[in-house]
T-cell receptor, first 119, second 110 residues
Framework: GAVVSQHPSWVICKSGTSVKIECRSLDFQATTMFWYRQFPKQSLMLMATSNEGSKATYEQGVEKDKFLINHASLTLSTLTVTSAHPEDSSFYIC???????????????FGEGSRLTVL | KQEVTQIPAALSVPEGENLVLNCSFTDSAIYNLQWFRQDPGKGLTSLLLIQSSQREQTSGRLNASLDKSSGRSTLYIAASQPGDSATYLCALQGFQKLVFGTGTRLLVSP
């Protein structure tokens, strides 16, 4: 199956600093990637849809200036948590689909997630 | 707005039992339905994908069904094993957007 890699898998930072999380599709190109957030014992919540070469689409209630998303290439999307605070501590997961007009199964593949702890 | 509910929220069974996990959704205008497994502190592993036009999919000991008219999907796990212990999530996909269910935490004891 398609492989999505996330880095780092865990990060601890001080309050007020910025943290960048990378999401890479290793063996396919992804024009669209998705970023999710998961609080302990809760399900995943979609934060934003990352579109290659254009601005990300954010879900209602997600601060776009707080969570900067860049999708500079067909295999890489980054999520930057700016001026992180303890309430930003969470598990962040990205997903991507090898979605093309000829191989469109709609199946999404997920990274292993990145656990952010803000002190 | 699509709402996805999974019942039960938690399930504990002895090894060897056959079990059924349920997923209910409110909007039948879906592209596909996907079942995932999540181990504690880990990402998601895709188990089965059912396209909107399909009724079921099977993979090994897993069988997932989809009934759009009633807004339900079930994941059947045969001969459960301790290694099946995890949280199981169903997710409905509309146009590019994936809505996750609340999850079922499964514990299979030896």
């Amino acid at each position: 199956g398609a492989v999505v890699s996330q880095h780092p898998s865990w990060v601890i930072c001080k309050s007020g600093t910025s943290v960048k999380i990378e999401c890479r599709s290793l063996d396919f190109q992804a024009t669209t990637m998705f970023w999710y957030r998961q609080f302990p014992k809760q399900s995943l919540m979609l934060m934003a849809t990352s579109n290659e070469g254009s601005k990300a689409t954010y879900e209602q209630g997600v601060e776009k200036d707080k969570f900067l998303i860049n999708h500079a290439s067909l295999t890489l999307s980054t999520l930057t948590v700016t001026s992180a605070h303890p309430e930003d501590s969470s598990f962040y997961i990205c997903s991507a689909s090898p979605w093309t007009s000829s191989t469109n199964t709609g199946e999404l593949f997920f990274g292993e997630g990145s656990r952010l702890t803000v002190l | 707005k699509q709402e996805v509910t999974q019942i039960p929220a938690a399930l504990s069974v002895p090894e060897g039992e056959n079990l059924v996990l349920n997923c209910s959704f409110t909007d039948s205008a879906i592209y596909n339905l996907q079942w995932f497994r999540q181990d504690p502190g880990k990402g998601l592993t895709s188990l089965l994908l059912i396209q909107s036009s399909q009724r079921e999919q099977t993979s090994g000991r897993l069988n997932a069904s989809l009934d759009k008219s009633s807004g339900r999907s079930t994941l059947y796990i045969a001969a459960s094993q301790p290694g099946d212990s995890a949280t199981y999530l169903c997710a409905l996909q509309g146009f590019q957007k994936l809505v996750f269910g609340t999850g079922t935490r499964l514990l299979v004891s030896p």
